[in-house]
């Protein structure tokens, strides 16, 4: 599987923003409020174009959510079929991937532990395995702890970090190490700050 092996720190920097989630990456952007590189230290950020916003807003939700290009560009078409505002759209389906439910509901610390943590078979949905990061979690699925992975202690460490009820479309049993999806999404609910409508503009040319 293709990996982007650029650095969290550096990318972080990049966007003035913790993309990541882990506590270091806000401390890496405090320390260092300027973009990465040798021009970086100026302490001036770029001005983009019109289309240079639409690409870094792109590459912002590709970064945030653990995806390459491919996957990404699928993920838009077939949020461009569903009914209803295709921005809206593409922020359901990216919130409602198997990865990105497991780490809302606390079982990892990040995203991106999430989706090896999936791949790696520790979750079940709805109480069969389930190793692929982009299945599509509807309504009422139930996604638990496989029995033999309870005793991990990455899993009881990232659980402290998250309410009982952590988005108003989740409930977790944190005893049952169990939660679900109990409604769609709505765009407000989802805590990434990602200005969907420059995604779409960059796709629709």
Request: proline content about 5%; overall charge positive.
């Amino acid at each position: 599987m293709a990996r982007d092996f650029t650095p969290r720190g550096k990318i972080s920097r990049k966007y003035a923003e913790n993309l990541f989630g882990l506590p270091k990456y806000d401390k890496v952007v405090q320390r260092k409020p300027y973009e990465p590189g040798q021009h970086g230290s100026q302490g001036k950020r770029k001005r983009f174009s019109e289309y240079g916003l639409q690409l870094k807003e792109k590459q912002k939700a590709k970064y945030i959510y653990g995806l390459l290009e491919k996957q990404f560009k699928n993920t838009y078409e077939k949020a461009k079929k569903d009914k209803g505002i295709t921005g809206e759209n593409l922020m359901v389906r990216l919130e409602c991937r198997f990865d990105t439910m497991v780490y809302r509901l606390g079982f990892a610390p990040s995203q991106r532990a999430a989706r090896q943590m999936v791949s790696h078979r520790h979750f079940l949905l709805n109480g069969k395995p389930a190793n692929i990061p982009s299945l599509l979690v509807k309504v009422d699925d139930v996604i638990s702890v496989r029995e033999k992975s309870k005793k991990l202690e990455l899993i009881h460490e990232s659980l402290k970090r998250v309410s009982e009820n952590p988005r108003p479309y989740l409930k977790i049993d944190k005893a049952a190490m169990e939660g679900k999806l109990t409604e769609i999404p709505k765009r407000e609910d989802i805590p990434e700050k990602i200005n969907e409508q420059l995604i779409v503009e960059l796709y629709s040319k």
